[in-house]
C-alpha cells in the first residue's frame, strides 16, 4: 500500500479488526520511511461493476461516489454512522447480485433513495431533489405529500423533461 504522505510503497500494517458489521477489515498503517500513519479498509468485491448513464456512457462502480452522494444527503442529520455504512453495503450487494456487472445509474438511484427514506425523510427528501432534477417549489409539496401519505418512490412523478430557455436563469 503506497504511503499518502510520502508515496513510499514500504508500509507496514500495525493492527487489523473487522468494521462493527464484520462487512469489512480495518487496518492501521504506517510508513517506515516518513512515519506517516494511517488507515485503510479492505472489503469483498463479488464483481466489477460497471454503471450505464444515461447518456449510454458506461463507468465504473465508484463506492466512494455511492458515499460521497449518500453523505451529502445527509449532511448535519443525526443518523448512525453504522446505520449508513450497512445502508451503503446493502446497496453494493444488491448491485452486485442483480445484474452481470451492469447496472443502469437509475437502478442505482432507486436504491438510493429507498435506502434514505429508511433512514431519514430529509436526507431522502435532499437526495431526489438532485435526483428527480426538481425544478419549482411544487416538485418539493409533491414528493413531501407523497412522503407524508407513506406513498412508495414508484408512484413519485418522473424527472421533468423540459430545459429551461437561457432568459429563464
Known sequence: MRCPYCGSLDTQVKDSRPTDDSSSIRRRRICPDCGGRFTTFERVQLRELT??????????????KL??????????????????ERMINGIVRQLESMSDGEVPSETVGELVMEGLKGLDDVAYVRFASVYKNF???????????????????????PPPKKKRAPSES
Request: cysteine-free; overall charge negative; proline content about 5%.
Open 135 to 157: 425544478r419549482e417549489a411544487r416538485d418539493f409539496e409533491e414528493i413531501l405529500g407523497k412522503l407524508a401519505e407513506g406513498e412508495t418512490e414508484d408512484e413519485l412523478p
Open 51 to 64: 454503471v450505464l448513464k444515461r447518456s449510454g456512457r458506461r463507468v465504473p462502480f465508484d463506492r466512494d
Open 67 to 84: 458515499q460521497q452522494s449518500v453523505d451529502v444527503a445527509l449532511r448535519k442529520r443525526s443518523v448512525d454512522p453504522e446505520r449508513v
